[in-house]
């Protein structure tokens, strides 16, 4: 609010600035803003008085001295316990280590201070602080539970378990009344401890359960639209960790860089990792409350996906400032081939620039699907799953997104020595928009499809584009309003045209697979729901292995139409078909086939609303799954 434009005579280009308590954000233009919330906070160092910066003094502490002299510890830990009641345990931090620094041994500002460390999700200095405390006193339980809660969340479950076992074993035979509480959060800590231990290492989710975490994170309110709608505090982030398969390993691919490769032959449904995001934005985070019920419009979608990629681009950046120990995992994706090749990075930096391209080659973009109930927009970091390169039409692997955890299976039985790949955009998209957004990130696509399209006869290509066009602009806004059978003709001509230049290919002729779906609408609306079924039914089997979306809504349809159509045997089959495609990707190969249709419904009655109804139309909710 009190910005003025700043004189150049002022702050001549090249001046040096001291700033204490310095904090980062990334502007619209990449810029990075450095500001702080108090002028005396910044010192200008004139050029010919270089020297000072060794010894610098804050003319804010230099006006305080007399106060500071005064200071004692206790003084400090009660502003630190104000500015932690308040919150802000950034400055409680700072008053704790004020008097730290005048008693280096005192308990209770080490204790606070390794509280408000774990507050603000910095682990390696909450340890820090907890195993100074237990050095001098061992049996200091809040200690002993911090360092638990930290090495917890370092991912050093062993030593945690160790810590809070024993810490469990004291508390049992511990009389004072007053430590009941932090019994129970020992008790609690230990067993949620256990469970990320077993799912670090064996890869064992019980998927049910982070299905109900997921949804109890979910709060659901009443729209503008009087719609329910899906809002999170701050997440979804669920409470659970990382997986990584044994047998795959990151190598160097020819002309990608680096790559996921299978190091033994791999079934079909296996779990290959599951990753916690880094870092996560959603978009309701960063929008302003009355856009949010605007989401859809395309400018605002627009507007959200770029203050996501800035506020992950700081987000990122203040999570290596405060915990620096994450740069190298971080750094080490910037040596991608993308990226040409780079001065070595000093790890121990943090460089916005590069955590800006870093976040432009790597991040995944959560888009909000018509099937999936968590409508959520956003962008996020997820480290390992970054080193999967793409390919637009022979993806073998899936990955599946709750709250802030990535699981990645394999689509099909992979070789040994086969590279893993996912789909940077999906091979339905024409080649234009593929490869706009593949060559803004270096990549020169040399799948099949690419590799054909790329060698097609210029007059087939525009023969093409001249037909789509002509569905795109003259044929499709008049569907919705319209019954006109003459419809029905000029898309099949335009679909046979299509899949006629494509003849040698059909495998790879994916251009009428919406114009199929849109037929199929059109013949269901002129009266003829056996038609509409039938023309599914083939695109369905020409196109069930290939792994696109729209494959799911087209079974979606069927179903409706088998309904509708009364043919519920048929029907309870499509459903079967398109809950095992659904649900498959989070649970995996269905082993008991007796019971997997429980456990898959129950999820996709949670995530995928569209299934709910369904299945009630089916009777198969009062039948099998009350
Ligand atoms: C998310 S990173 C994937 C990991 C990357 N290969 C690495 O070594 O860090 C994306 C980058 O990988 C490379 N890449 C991914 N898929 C590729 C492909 N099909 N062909 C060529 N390069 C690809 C591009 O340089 C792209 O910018």
């Not at 339980?141 to 479950?157: E, H, N, Q, S, V």
């Not at 160097?252 to 449904?269: F, H």
Request: charged fraction near 30%; hydrophobic fraction near 35%.
């Amino acid at each position: 609010m009190d910005y003025r434009p700043i004189d150049h005579s002022f702050l001549p280009i090249g001046t040096h600035l001291i700033i204490k308590n310095p904090s980062y954000k990334i502007a619209a233009d990449n810029n990075t803003i450095i500001h702080s919330n108090n002028p005396e906070d910044v010192i200008i160092i004139e050029h010919h008085n270089d020297e000072l910066f060794g010894d610098i003094k804050w003319s804010t502490d230099l006006l305080n001295e007399k106060e500071v002299e005064a200071e004692t510890a206790d003084d400090f830990q009660s502003y630190g316990d104000d500015y932690f009641i308040s919150n802000n345990y950034t400055a409680a931090i700072d008053e704790y280590s004020k008097g730290i620094e005048l008693e280096p041994q005192n308990i209770t500002l080490l204790a606070n201070r390794a509280e408000a460390f774990l507050r603000l999700s910095q682990f390696r200095n909450a340890l820090g602080d907890a195993e100074i405390i237990l050095k001098y006193e061992p049996n200091h339980i809040k200690a002993a539970f911090r360092k638990g809660k930290a090495l917890c969340d370092l991912k050093r479950y062993h030593e945690a378990i160790i810590t809070l076992q024993d810490l469990h074993q004291r508390l049992e035979t511990d009389t004072d009344r007053s430590n009941a509480p932090i019994k129970q959060s020992t008790e609690q800590l230990l067993e949620h401890v256990k469970i990320l231990a077993s799912e670090n290492k064996n890869g064992k989710y019980d998927y049910t359960r982070i299905i109900n975490e997921y949804c109890e994170r979910a709060k659901i309110r009443k729209g503008s639209r009087h719609n329910d709608e899906w809002i999170y505090k701050s997440g979804p982030r669920l409470d659970h960790t990382d997986f990584l398969f044994e047998d795959i390993e990151i190598r160097s691919v020819e002309g990608k860089g680096r790559g996921w490769i299978a190091k033994c032959d791999i079934p079909e449904n296996t779990l290959l990792m599951v990753s916690k995001a880094f870092s996560v934005v959603y978009s309701h985070e960063v929008l302003r409350h009355n856009m949010q019920s605007n989401i859809t419009s395309d400018k605002t979608t627009c507007i959200a996906s770029s203050l996501c990629n800035e506020e992950l681009i700081t987000r990122v950046t203040q999570k290596l400032l405060e915990e620096p120990y994450h740069c190298q995992e971080v750094y080490q994706l910037y040596y991608g081939l993308n990226l040409g090749k780079p001065d070595k990075i000093n790890e121990h930096l943090v460089n916005v620039d590069i955590i800006g391209n870093i976040i432009k080659y790597n991040s995944f973009v959560l888009e909000s699907g018509i099937i999936v109930e968590n409508d959520l927009n956003g962008v996020g970091l997820w480290i390992l799953p970054s080193y999967f390169n793409h390919s637009c039409v022979d993806k073998n692997v899936s990955l599946f997104l709750l709250g802030d955890l990535m699981f990645v299976r394999s689509l099909r039985p992979i070789l040994k020595g086969e590279e893993l790949l996912i789909s940077y955009r999906s091979a339905d998209s024409s080649y234009e928009i593929r490869s706009r957004y593949l060559n803004s990130i270096d990549i020169d696509c040399k799948c099949r499809l690419c590799e054909l399209e790329k060698s097609e006869a210029p007059e087939t290509t525009y023969r093409k584009t001249q037909l789509i066009n002509t569905f795109e602009k003259l044929i499709k806004p008049k569907i919705l309003n319209n019954d006109d059978p003459s419809l029905i003709k000029r898309i099949e001509k335009i679909i046979s045209e299509l899949r006629n230049l494509r003849k040698e290919h059909p495998d790879l002729e994916f251009d009428t697979l919406e114009l199929n779906k849109i037929l199929s609408f059109v013949y269901h609306k002129n009266g003829n729901p056996k038609a509409a079924l039938s023309i599914l039914k083939e695109v369905y089997n020409l196109y069930k292995n290939v792994h696109l979306q729209i494959i799911n809504y087209i079974i979606l349809d069927i179903l409706s139409l088998c309904i509708e159509l009364k043919q519920m045997e048929e029907a309870r089959e499509w459903f079967d078909i398109v809950l095992k495609r659904l649900t498959g990707p989070i649970l995996g190969k269905f082993e008991d086939e007796v019971n997997w249709k429980k456990e898959a419904y129950y999820v996709a009655e949670k995530i995928f609303p569209v299934m709910n109804s369904k299945a009630k139309l089916l009777g198969l909710i009062s039948d099998n799954f009350n």
